[in-house]
């Protein structure tokens, strides 16, 4: 079993930054992928970013590339999304997932955490 706690999401200004934070307990950390998936009122959820354990695969959603930069402490058993030059539209519920694939796909992640709110708003 393992637990994931989300932080950091707040309300931000369109151009602005914001860094989410996943802490991770339980079950080993470090030999599992992360992901980070968001998803807005009425849409579906929406992959953001992963990474395998050892940071050798990384991937971007299209709509984030340039913009977001997914990494990971594994000895502090976290996982960091970095957010910049955020706009309007990237407002939705971010969640941090782990599983034992690197993928763009919800099905191939097993934990998530409860996720938390990001609002772009002038």
């Known amino acids: 079993q393992v637990q994931l706690v989300e932080s950091g999401g707040g309300l931000v200004q369109p151009g602005g930054s914001l860094r989410l934070s996943c802490a991770a307990s339980g079950r080993t950390f470090s030999r599992s992928a992360m992901g980070w998936f968001r998803q807005a009122p009425g849409k579906e959820r929406e992959f953001v970013a992963a990474m395998s354990w050892a940071g050798g695969e990384i991937y971007y959603g299209e709509s984030v590339k340039g913009r977001f930069t997914i990494s990971r402490d594994n000895a502090k058993n976290t996982a960091y999304l970095e957010m910049n030059s955020l706009k309007s539209e990237d407002t939705a519920v971010y969640y941090c997932?782990?599983?034992?694939?690197?993928?763009?796909?919800?099905?191939?992640?097993?934990?998530w955490g409860q996720g938390t709110q990001v609002t772009v708003s002038s």
């Open positions: 997932t782990t599983g034992t694939l690197t993928t763009q796909h919800t099905k191939d992640y097993v934990y």
